[in-house]
């Protein structure tokens, strides 16, 4: 009965103890899962708010985005007229410019070309010229010759007479007018290549010089072509550099337009924010205090019918301990005792 008392008092301290501990896990657990419902909530509802906010500063952006548009349109169709017009009057200067300059270098190649053209002929014309004198000499030269062998020819014939009694002073004399006619023709040969030479060192120092010339004037041009080419780039430059900067001013202004639009446009749309914040933070502060209300009431009747049933079950459970124990001194009771019948029926026996 003692041990019977003891085993029921602890069985009672164990149920106060594993009552508590349940209470306080199912009190942790339900603490862990309001404060996860309301942390869904309320990040559900900022999502709500977000989008919402979002779906209307999109709206408000998309309509100021194409209101922006077609005063940036317009005002770069302006823009683009005027440079259009600028270009159309650069690109006339620029075209006419380069006219003239391809109409100078082609008049300036045409005189060249003439100039090259004319001292060809007249180079033509002096060859013909020495060579028909040349070719007159050569003629002249070839008449005397035969001339002088007719003539000498002639006295061989009148000699003929006296070749017998004059044949060695004849074959002396012979010799002599052949060495002679000999010296004449290498005289008068030296003193054509002489001639010939000396021409054409003045054919050659003529052509040289007027060679000179026509690159020291072809140089003169050239550098006057140069320097009007640089001139004209100076010009097209600085029209350029001055479309430039004024390209980049113009891109600086409607920079510094979009920031301040942006920048104000960012300005309401953080009041906008803050002043929906506070209603939206309002709204959360109401709709807890309503519902952690509604959440307690129902925690209280969740503990009560918890209680319950929790108080049925320890009553089933332990009723079942109960029996299972009572069934189980009663199956060691009667091992016990036949057991100890066994031993005395034994010991009898053995006895």
Do not use: P
């Given at each position: ?30 603490q862990?899962?309001t ?10 509802r ?23 548009a ?21 690109q006339?200067s ?64 009148r ?14 004399q ?86 301040q ?23 959360i ?5 309503y ?14 019918a ?15 301990k ?7 001194a ?22």
């Amino acid at each position: 009965m003692k041990s019977r008392q003891l085993v029921k008092r602890r069985h009672q301290a164990a149920i106060v103890i594993q009552r508590a501990y349940r209470a306080h896990c199912e009190h942790q657990q339900y603490q862990t899962l309001t404060s996860s419902v309301l942390t869904i909530q309320r990040r559900y509802r900022a999502t709500v708010a977000a989008k919402e906010q979002m779906q209307q500063y999109q709206r408000m952006r998309s309509a100021a985005v194409v209101i922006q548009a077609a005063c940036r349109g317009n005002q770069v169709r302006t823009e683009v007229a005027r440079w259009h017009q600028a270009a159309t009057v650069i690109q006339s200067s620029f075209r006419k410019h380069r006219q003239e300059v391809k109409f100078q270098a082609m008049r300036l190649s045409a005189i060249i070309i003439q100039r090259y053209y004319r001292s060809c002929i007249l180079q033509r014309q002096d060859r013909e010229k020495f060579l028909k004198a040349r070719h007159s000499v050569i003629i002249l030269q070839a008449a005397f010759r035969g001339h002088r062998v007719r003539s000498r020819l002639a006295k061989m014939h009148r000699a003929a007479t006296v070749v017998q009694a004059n044949f060695k002073r004849h074959n002396q004399q012979s010799a002599f007018r052949k060495q002679r006619w000999a010296a004449c023709v290498l005289q008068q040969r030296f003193r054509a290549q002489r001639r010939r030479n000396a021409d054409v060192k003045h054919y050659q120092e003529v052509r040289k010089a007027v060679i000179v010339l026509q690159a020291a004037f072809r140089g003169l041009k050239s550098r006057r072509i140069i320097k009007q080419r640089l001139h004209a780039a100076c010009v097209v430059q600085r029209a350029y550099r001055c479309f430039f900067e004024r390209k980049q001013y113009v891109k600086l202004k409607f920079s510094v337009l979009a920031i301040q639009r942006k920048y104000r446009a960012s300005v309401a749309a953080k009041a906008q924010r803050m002043q929906s914040v506070e209603m939206r933070n309002a709204s959360i502060t109401i709709q807890a205090a309503y519902r952690g209300w509604k959440v307690r009431t129902e925690v209280a009747r969740w503990h009560h019918a918890a209680t319950v049933i929790q108080s049925a079950f320890r009553k089933h459970r332990e009723g079942v301990k109960f029996q299972a124990m009572r069934l189980s001194a009663i199956i060691i009771q009667r091992y016990y005792r036949s057991c100890i019948l066994q031993r005395q029926e034994r010991g009898a026996f053995l006895n």
